[in-house]
């Protein structure tokens, strides 16, 4: 059994930060990409930025220069830093991982339960 569990959401003010965590739990052999999507409300689930198991990265235009992915995979863990943050922004934001639980078989994609981000003043 596999786990996410997403932590570091909030309220903040305009031009704020924060810093979402994920952290992968259960049976492991290994992961290959990690990142962030954001739903809000009344708008399609997109993606914000992942991060693949050699380190290459992608944001989505949104959010270049402002948010920053990174991993750290002896804790199966990818990490969101959020500056300058605008209020739309604002999303309900799920992590997800690309996860091989055992040492011959494919991947399957789990996904994090969610933390809110609220930007407003």
């Known amino acids: 059994q596999v786990q996410l569990v997403e932590s570091g959401g909030g309220l903040v003010q305009p031009g704020g930060s924060l810093r979402l965590s994920c952290a992968a739990s259960?049976?492991?052999?290994?992961?290959?990409?990690m990142g962030w999507y954001r739903q809000a409300p009344g708008k399609q689930r997109e993606l914000v930025a992942q991060n693949s198991s050699s380190g290459i990265t992608n944001y989505a235009d949104s959010v270049k220069d402002r948010f920053t992915i990174s991993r750290d995979n002896a804790k199966n863990t990818v990490y969101l830093q959020m500056n300058s943050l605008k209020p739309e922004d604002t999303a309900v934001y799920y992590c997800?991982?690309?996860?091989?639980?055992?040492?011959?078989?494919?991947?399957?994609?789990?996904w994090g339960q969610g933390t809110q981000v609220t930007v407003s003043s």
């Open positions: 997800y991982a690309n996860i091989t639980p055992r040492r011959f078989g494919g991947f399957t994609t789990y």
């Open positions: 259960g049976s492991i052999f290994s992961i290959g990409n």
